[in-house]
C-alpha cells in the first residue's frame, strides 16, 4: 500500500497562480512508473490534467497545456503541479494519481477554487 500526500490547495482570482504537490508518504524500494494529477470539478466526472513518465516524458490536457507543468522532483517520490493563468473552469478537487509495481494509488483530494 502507497500512501499520499497532497499538499498545495487553495482558492485564488482568475489569472492567478497555483503549486499543488504529492509526495509519497513512506520510503519505497522501487521506481514509481507514473505519477499524475486528475480533477473532478463539482458535478462532473474526474478528468486527466497531466502525468509525467520516470524517465521524464510529461503528457498534458489541452485544457491545461500551456497553463501548467507537472514536474518531478530529484527524490523522485514527488510530483508538483503548478497552475498558472488559472481560470474559474479550473475550480475542482484535485487528485494525484501513481502507478507503483503495477498498482494504481490516489491521494486524498485538494481543493483548489478560482474565482472571477
Known amino acids: 500500500q502507497v500512501q499520499l500526500i497532497e499538499s498545495g490547495g487553495g482558492s485564488v482570482q482568475a489569472g492567478g497562480s497555483l503549486n499543488l504537490s504529492c509526495e509519497v508518504a513512506e520510503r519505497i524500494f522501487h521506481p514509481i512508473s507514473i505519477m499524475g494529477w486528475y480533477r473532478q470539478p463539482p458535478g462532473k466526472e474526474r478528468e486527466f490534467i497531466a502525468n509525467?513518465?520516470?524517465?521524464?516524458?510529461?503528457n498534458y490536457a489541452a485544457s491545461v497545456k500551456g497553463r501548467f507543468t507537472i514536474s518531478l522532483l530529484i527524490n523522485k517520490r514527488t510530483t508538483t503541479l503548478q497552475m498558472n493563468s488559472l481560470k474559474p473552469k479550473d475550480t475542482a478537487v484535485y487528485y494525484c494519481?501513481?502507478?507503483?509495481?503495477?498498482?494504481?494509488?490516489w491521494g486524498q483530494g485538494t481543493q483548489v477554487t478560482v474565482s472571477s
Open positions: 509525467i513518465i520516470s524517465a521524464g516524458s510529461t
Open positions: 494519481k501513481v502507478l507503483y509495481k503495477g498498482d494504481y494509488y
